[in-house]
């Protein structure tokens, strides 16, 4: 090998390494050759040493070039950096090279350099049969002359944003909010969590226009009311489950039915599909590289939890049969926060809805292949992290999960303000502790006044920004009560919150926010316990939208991608980098979806190639919401593209941009179980007594701290939270709030104090 070069590379592959005098400049070039591939790469990358690597400086980008020849479609740049913690590791695949007999020239820009690296080396991959023959590499820093940012807005405003609330109202009680790919937003209710809708068979949802602020009531077929969803390949919402009755006093709890059905954005409309094999209220709806859907957890029709786990094949386009699916039989919850990783694993965050996490650490990888499931060490209070979010931070090649906040229905002490992050890309990843968040005001029933001591939030709502930032917001202190308004923007490369401006509407139980195509972040939805809603809606503008004039996508050459694809876009000024990010499908706190795809640029003035992964894993196939961000941060407009699968899938490539990582587990491993039909699950699962009040009202089975156990402070709590006239239904009072038998709580006669 020349000096300062080495041969690198992966996997079980025959290959030879060779100097040859085929050379674009000079008398030698480094040829890579495959002849045998069953996975991995070989490379030749700049030696990983101080004496050879280049350095560089972290938030620069840099500008990679070289001269190259193939006899092989599978071949690409793939950049390593040096961590000054952690050493070297992979960082990114850059650029898939077109096919070349003769010598071609390949330029590509770096992401910003991520904080703490020192070095980086790169070479060109090869990871199908053929060659690559490669010389003249090349490597600038990119000027960045960054243009002054014009303040539009107030100081503050230019500096936390501003909150504006429509003045037209969410005409349905949604909460299921849906990006859709023409930028309007599906907003499903169902019976909206009101047994007089119930009832009358009464179910809905809305389409709502963020361009002309109008909303379009749709007919739904069942009460998709705590259903799953997940935007397929097509564009389509694949909607699974939903309630299928609510609880009884003294009786069953809720019931998930086995329907599901589809919404298409073009005709508006749903159809029904195949039948799932179980019911689900509460599932999880997790897309995988392929485009199938996996689904765990939820209730049953009998109310226990399910621990049937749902495959929805994109191939055939159902639901397959039991039989076809890879069972642990295991309770994962409701709404457990399932993310795909870049080798297509699961990683439950420990995000879930509704009590205790699962068993042992609260966190896991699951590995669907091989049906095992490894916990993961580190989540604090991995029983107090009910409606916390999780997040796969920016960039999703990054690995790395943020989950913050959280609470218990079951105890309902007060929120916490914990984070945690992860790196999935370590040898054993674990949980470490991030930052807290920052304290708000609260409402106590009697006014905001300042969070003190360790009081945070649960029901939170975490936000991709197209700046590559998270926006948390919303929230409560306690289960259905108590809201919480505080909210901020995290920044992964110096793991920090900045507080901005709060949302001034309650957003607690069954709330939702989401980012919109103009950049924008819509928030809706709040239902306390006592059974009403709010149906305004808030609309956040960042500071980026307040810093001037936005760059433009002027054109996008084609908006129907491939894996490994370079797409050409012209933008009206420099931008320094741009991003694919997967609409939303948000419930609960939950989007386990949602991530956002860094795509290397290859700059020539105004046209910017953009390369596009080629591990469906990490993007995968579906709309995406296409922005370009200049220096100062500020984002265009969205356009959508399409990335297609699983047709694009045809060889099986992915595995070579999977380098090593989390492949030294040394948590507990799991098997598959014996199988079983259900899990027992309390009927007071949500933190509701059933025995006062209509359906929809939720009298908590435990109080918050501060409210004595007699009749007198219960009632006062409820008296100061809205709770109205309450019912007792049946002759059972486990909560003492109708000590004079009259089948009224908190009337007159129980307030009267006894000898």
Aim: charged share 20%; proline share 6%; aromatic share 8%.
């Amino acid at each position: 090998m020349p000096y300062c070069w080495e041969k690198s590379g992966w996997g079980d592959n025959d290959f030879t390494f060779s100097t040859v005098a085929d050379a674009h400049s000079g008398s030698k070039a480094m040829k890579v050759s495959l002849t045998r591939r069953a996975d991995g790469d070989r490379k030749a990358l700049i030696t990983e040493s101080a004496t050879c690597a280049p350095t560089v400086t972290a938030g620069k980008q840099y500008d990679l070039g070289l001269w190259y020849k193939t006899t092989t479609p599978d071949a690409a740049i793939t950049l390593f950096r040096h961590d000054t913690t952690a050493g070297w590791q992979y960082w990114t695949d850059l650029k898939t090279l077109d096919m070349a007999g003769s010598y071609t020239q390949a330029s590509v820009r770096t992401p910003a350099v991520p904080a703490g690296t020192d070095r980086i080396t790169w070479g060109v991959s090869v990871y199908g049969t053929g060659s690559a023959t490669t010389d003249d590499y090349t490597m600038e820093q990119v000027s960045d002359p960054i243009p002054p940012a014009t303040c539009t807005g107030t100081a503050d405003e230019c500096a936390n944003g501003k909150w504006t609330v429509l003045p037209t109202q969410n005409p349905v009680r949604s909460m299921h909010s849906v990006v859709l790919n023409n930028g309007k937003v599906l907003l499903i209710a169902g019976s909206g969590n009101s047994e007089e809708n119930f009832d009358a068979g009464t179910f809905t949802s809305a389409v709502y226009d963020p361009v002309n602020g109008t909303y379009k009531t749709i007919p739904t077929p069942k009460d998709m009311f705590c259903s799953g969803h997940v935007q397929l390949a097509d564009g389509r919402v694949l909607v699974m489950s939903g309630n299928k009755a609510f609880p009884v006093a003294g009786g069953h709890g809720y019931e998930g039915y086995k329907d599901s059905y589809i919404f298409d954005p073009v005709t508006e409309t749903y159809s029904k599909t195949n039948d799932l094999n179980d019911g689900h209220w509460y599932p999880s709806a997790t897309e995988l590289g392929n485009g199938d859907i996996i689904s765990f957890g939820g209730l049953r029709e009998d109310s226990s939890g399910s621990v049937t786990a749902e495959r929805w094949s994109a191939s055939e386009q159902q639901w397959l049969p039991l039989w076809k699916v890879n069972q642990t039989w295991s309770f994962w919850g409701l709404y457990p926060s399932m993310i795909l990783m870049q080798d297509g694993r699961l990683f439950y965050s420990g995000s879930h809805v509704f009590g205790n996490g699962t068993p042992g650490t609260g966190s896991a990888i699951y590995d669907y292949d091989a049906n095992t499931t490894t916990a993961i060490p580190g989540l604090q209070n991995k029983d107090e992290r009910d409606q916390s979010a999780s997040v796969l931070l920016p960039p999703a090649q990054d690995q790395k999960v943020l989950t913050l906040g959280g609470g218990n229905i079951d105890s309902n002490p007060d929120a916490n303000r914990l984070t945690d992050i992860i790196d999935l890309k370590a040898a054993n990843p674990a949980y470490t502790v991030g930052p807290q968040i920052p304290q708000g005001t609260v409402d106590l029933g009697n006014g905001k006044v300042a969070e003190t001591g360790n009081q945070g939030k649960m029901y939170v709502s975490a936000v991709l920004l197209p700046d590559g930032k998270v926006l948390e917001t919303g929230g409560g202190l306690h289960n259905r009560a108590n809201p919480v308004y505080e909210a901020s923007i995290f920044d992964p490369a110096s793991s920090t919150f900045d507080p901005v401006a709060a949302d001034p509407e309650a957003r607690g139980y069954h709330s939702s926010a989401f980012l919109l195509p103009d950049g924008r972040v819509m928030a809706t939805g709040d239902n306390p316990g006592n059974g009403t809603w709010n149906h305004n809606v808030s609309i956040y503008t960042p500071p980026y939208l307040l810093k001037g004039t936005r760059p433009a996508i002027t054109s996008v050459i084609d908006n129907e991608w491939v894996y490994g694809d370079t797409q050409r876009i012209t933008v009206d000024r420099p931008i320094v980098k741009a991003e694919l990010i997967r609409p939303a499908a948000v419930t609960h706190s939950s989007d386990p979806n949602q991530r956002y795809v860094d795509l290397p640029l290859s700059v020539d003035g105004n046209n910017v190639d953009l390369n596009v992964t080629s591990n469906p894993n990490l993007a995968p196939p579906g709309w995406y919401m296409l922005f370009a961000v200049d220096a100062n941060g500020v984002p265009s407009v969205a356009k959508w593209v399409h990335l297609q699968g699983p047709s694009a899938l045809a060889t099986d490539t992915a595995s070579a941009h999977v380098h090593s990582f989390a492949d030294s587990l040394e948590g507990t491993v799991t098997k598959a179980g014996k199988k079983r039909a259900g899990q027992k699950v309390s009927t007071t699962i949500s933190g509701c007594d059933r025995h006062y009040g209509t359906v929809n009202v939720c009298v908590p089975t435990v109080f918050p701290d501060g409210v004595k156990k007699t009749t007198a402070s219960r009632c006062a709590w409820l008296k100061k939270n809205d709770y109205g006239r309450l019912k007792v239904n049946g002759k059972d009072d486990p909560l003492g709030l109708d000590p004079s038998k009259d089948g009224l709580a908190c009337g007159a006669k129980d307030l009267v104090k006894r000898k």
